[in-house]
Structure formats: C-alpha cells, structure tokens
C-alpha cells in the first residue's frame, strides 16, 4: 500500500471515525493480487470534516450493509507502519462486489475466487501436515 493511502487512512483513523476497510484493498490486504485500488470505508457514522484523500467513506457497502452489519464479518489488520485497521473477510469482499455488481467488481471475481481458493488449500494442507 502506498503512503498516500496509509497517510489518507491515518488521517481518517485519528479523527475518531470507526471505520471498516472494503473493497480492492481489504482484499490485496488478505493476499489478492488486484491491479485497481479502490480504497472503500464503511463508517460507523458519518465522518467528521477530514482529509480522507483517496478514501471513499461510505455510509453502506453492497445492498446497504452498513458498520454494524459488516462488524462480524471482520478482522482486525496490523500494517508494518503500525495502523492498525478493521478490514472485511476476502469472503465478504466477493459477496459485496457480486451484490454491486459493476462491470469492475465482475471483472475482479475470478482473480478474488482463486484467491480465496489458494488461501483455503493452503490452509487445509498445513493444518493436515500438523
């Protein structure tokens, strides 16, 4: 991730939003090798007046998930610069971009598929090589 992106998402996590990271970077932050950076926030609430820069903060993702409804389906992400950020399941990403259904969330579903299925292989084989 670049610094403009870390630096925009800074500045959005100290200004007290609470935020959920969906879309292209909550999946290449799970391993998915996505060309386009969408940088998609769900707010809690509205954000207060901040320069979010690169971020699109949105009051809902998908057919109007909102902070809540996304919560559980969340994980906690630490970045090597220290921020730590709130991002959906690469699961959750594939459902949010088949329900928008945009001719650039259909173009990335077979690379996120694949993703997610080489995540689940590996996992599998190390938990039977235990």
Do not use: H
Not at 110 to 116: E, N, Q, S, V, Y
């Amino acid at each position: 991730m670049g610094s403009g992106l870390r630096s925009s998402l800074q500045a959005l996590a100290d200004s007290g939003t609470e935020f959920i990271v969906v879309g292209d970077i909550a999946a290449a932050l799970q391993g998915a090798p996505l060309a386009g950076f969408d940088l998609s926030v769900v707010a809690r609430r509205p954000a207060p007046a901040t320069n979010a820069g690169m971020i699109r903060v949105l009051p809902s993702a998908g057919r109007g998930r909102t902070y809540d409804d996304l919560l559980s389906e969340s994980t906690v992400v630490e970045l090597d610069s220290g921020l730590s950020l709130r991002v959906v399941s690469l699961e959750t990403v594939i459902t949010l971009k088949e329900e928008r259904a945009s001719l650039a969330d259909l173009a990335a579903l077979p690379t996120l598929r694949a993703t997610l299925a080489e995540i689940r292989r590996l996992q599998s084989s190390s938990t039977t090589s235990e």
